[in-house]
């Protein structure tokens, strides 16, 4: 039997739209990107944000059960990471981190033609296969 991977779409944006989208998503200046992510009842986040409120979680709850703690807490600590994940979103679908391929497909193919113009600098799709995925570097795996 063949798994089925679930896939996420990344968008990397200009400087200048990324603040905006940070603490305004909804601005007009974002318009042809938010007509888009309403059509897939889509939403964005900067990976430095998502980062953030999972470390604040952790703290909250105790680490013991975040095994990226450790990783996550090194990565917005540092201010050249800081500055390349708040321009780098996560699109959720239907309020999801990961979706079926034809979903993630149809998004991206409605998304690419922003690629290169005033918005978006780099859109990039991603799957859960382990495999295709970095691991934290050993020093910051949990130690269970």
Not at 48 to 74: C, M, N, Q
Not at 108 to 126: C, N, T, W, Y
Request: glycine fraction near 2%; proline fraction near 8%.
């Amino acid at each position: 039997m063949t798994k089925e991977w679930a896939y996420q779409i990344r968008i990397t944006l200009e400087d200048e739209v990324a603040a905006l989208a940070r603490r305004d998503p909804r601005n007009p200046a974002l318009e042809p990107l938010t007509r888009i992510l309403d059509k897939y009842r889509a939403t964005m986040k900067s990976q430095f944000d998502a980062f953030a409120d999972y470390v604040a979680e952790a703290e909250r709850r105790g680490t013991a059960d975040y095994p990226l703690y450790a990783w996550t807490k090194a990565t917005i600590e540092d201010p050249e990471k800081e500055r390349k994940y708040t321009k780098s979103f996560t699109i959720y679908v239907d309020g999801d981190e990961v979706y079926p391929k034809e979903k993630a497909d149809a998004l991206e193919a409605d998304l690419q033609p922003l690629v290169g113009g005033d918005l978006i600098v780099r859109l990039s799709k991603h799957d859960t296969n382990p495999a295709n995925n970095p691991q934290p570097p050993e020093r910051f795996r949990s130690r269970r």
